[in-house]
């Protein structure tokens, strides 16, 4: 299984970035298991940002809560983090992940 995350980038604050992780070589059915999203910001530990749960249930970090939106298309076996109002503080490297797998990350960088 491979998980591939793109759309990481530099963004002033306030603006939007849109990230999708893309999952393939699947041994188990994608629509079946949450899809989450982490990050890792310079010096600090690995932290959940968002879950997409079976379904339409998602539940977000308090950070992210109202100005991020995560979705998955089963279909594409893709899961995607929308981030608008991003801040400094959202700069960190972010991770998908899927039961115990995880994809490489992509780095977003705020400036103020």
């Avoid at 940002?49 to 089963?74: E, I, L, M, P, W």
Wanted: glycine share 10%; proline share 2%; aromatic share 12%.
């Amino acid at each position: 299984v491979q998980l591939q995350a793109f759309g990481g980038g530099w963004v002033q604050a306030g603006g939007s970035l849109r990230l999708s992780c893309k999952a393939s070589g699947l041994t188990f059915r994608f629509s079946s298991y949450a899809l989450a999203w982490y990050r890792q910001a310079p010096g600090k530990e690995r932290e959940l940002v968002a879950v997409q749960g079976v379904g339409n249930s998602s539940h977000y970090a308090a950070s992210a809560k109202g100005r991020f939106t995560v979705s998955r298309d089963n279909a594409a076996s893709t899961v995607d983090l929308q981030m608008n109002s991003l801040k400094p503080e959202d700069t960190a490297v972010y991770f998908c992940s899927v039961l115990s797998f995880w994809g490489q990350g992509t780095l977003v960088t705020v400036s103020s």
